[in-house]
């Protein structure tokens, strides 16, 4: 299977076997009833999360991608200063935790281990898998929107398990917000471990703190701004791609 040749396609078959995986088993284990993701990242292991951490690695090695989804060291080290304003935002979440006080141990232990799990799946999907197809067949400007719509919407899906999709179509406006900067911090910085480990840092420090709206919201919109603004350098080439596959 010469999957090098056409990574797009194969990475929306990949996507659609993960959604099923996570909701799949989602639902599964919530036994069809409503459970608010609050109360199931707290009280117990996420069994589809896990099973999608499991299968995304597994799929990796088989198609010989780990290189395509960025699993590397950064090529320039002063490239970290870029991630200094995502820094600043989870010191501020600690700073609300240890000032609200930290929950019992075992549900600590539990939401760390969840949001970890939840960190490398959704990363190796998207900005990983995905958009190491988006951005082959459509070039990086249009792999971070479509990525980041992507992300946002399957957010949408967090309603078949709480029964409230009102309060998912308000998460998958944040994710979309989440999914754009944190594209272009995979792409600038050419690995997407630290991306990783700050997916799995921001969910565990807005469970941890109770979901502050009037502190998570300002925090989200700056950081989609700041991807914004680091974007802006990817538009001209996208568009010089586009024009030499007219040219073709």
């Known amino acids: 299977m ?4 056409k990574p797009w396609p194969v990475s929306l078959v990949i996507l659609s076997v993960w959604l099923v ?11 069809g009833q ?33 290189a395509q989804v960025g699993w590397k ?22 700073l609300i935790i240890l000032f609200t006080g930290l929950p019992p141990a075992r549900e600590l232990v539990i939401v760390v281990i969840n949001t970890l799990m939840v960190g490398i799946s959704e990363e190796l999907m998207f900005r990983g898998i995905l958009f190491h197809g988006a951005s082959s067949s459509f070039g990086t400007w249009r792999a971070v929107w479509i990525t980041a719509i992507l992300f946002g919407s399957v957010h949408i899906l967090n309603g078949l398990i709480t029964g409230d999709f009102r309060a998912s179509e308000v998460q998958a406006l944040f994710a979309g ?8 911090l995979r792409v600038r910085l050419d690995t997407i471990i630290p991306v990783i480990i700050i997916h799995w840092l921001w969910n565990c420090l807005v469970f941890l703190a109770g979901s502050p709206g009037g ?11 700041y991807g914004l ?3 802006r350098k990817y538009l001209h080439s996208n568009v010089r791609l586009a024009e030499e596959v007219s040219l073709r």
Do not use: C
Request: without cysteine; glycine residues 6%.
């Open 229 to 231: 603004w680091l974007l």
């Open 2 to 5: 010469h999957t090098s040749r």
């Open 215 to 225: 502190v998570v919201l300002p925090l989200s919109l700056l950081l989609f701004v």
């Open 177 to 184: 917000m989440f999914g754009v900067w944190t594209a272009v």
């Open 73 to 94: 060291g950064p090529d320039n080290l002063r490239d970290l200063r870029l991630l200094l304003p995502p820094a600043l935002s989870l010191l501020i979440l600690l």
């Open 21 to 31: 995986v996570v909701v799949g088993i989602g639902l599964l284990q919530v036994g």
């Open 34 to 66: 409503p459970m608010q993701l609050d109360e199931l990242i707290e009280n117990q292991i996420a069994f589809g999360v896990l099973v999608a951490a499991i299968f995304l690695p597994v799929t990796i090695t088989y198609l010989k991608w780990w």
